[in-house]
């Protein structure tokens, strides 16, 4: 099993920057993936970015260039930076963890709202 509690959600301006932070409590290379993902009301979750235990990234057509996703090994945590936000971004995000052999795991959500 795995927890997983993100932070750095917040209210931002247009043009800004936030940095999402997802600390799990195992180490993130035994997990296959970690991915956030983002959910406005009415709509169905979406996909952003992911990460393999690899190091292989996956975005979103619509956040490549401005969002990047890492991680800290060290840390357990992975991280979502997200410069030159635009309105259409506000949502709640959710982190995300792939685990072999079928189990998947997601936080609780943390809310970005960008103002215009």
């Known amino acids: 099993q795995v927890q997983l509690v993100e932070s750095g959600g917040g209210l931002v301006q247009s043009g800004g920057s936030l940095r999402l932070s997802c600390a799990a409590s195992?180490?993130?290379?035994?997990?296959?993936?970690m991915a956030w993902y983002r959910q406005v009301p009415g709509k169905r979750r979406e996909l952003v970015a992911a990460?393999?235990?690899?190091?292989?990234?996956n975005y979103a057509d619509s956040v490549k260039g401005r969002f990047t996703i890492s991680r800290d090994g060290a840390k357990n945590t992975v991280y979502l930076q997200m410069n030159s936000l635009k309105p259409e971004d506000t949502a709640v995000y959710y982190c995300?963890?792939?685990?072999?052999?079928?189990?998947?795991?997601w936080g609780q959500g943390t809310q970005v709202t960008v103002s215009s």
């Open positions: 990460i393999t235990s690899g190091g292989d990234t």
């Open positions: 995300n963890a792939d685990v072999p052999p079928a189990a998947e795991y």
């Open positions: 195992r180490s993130i290379f035994s997990i296959y993936a």
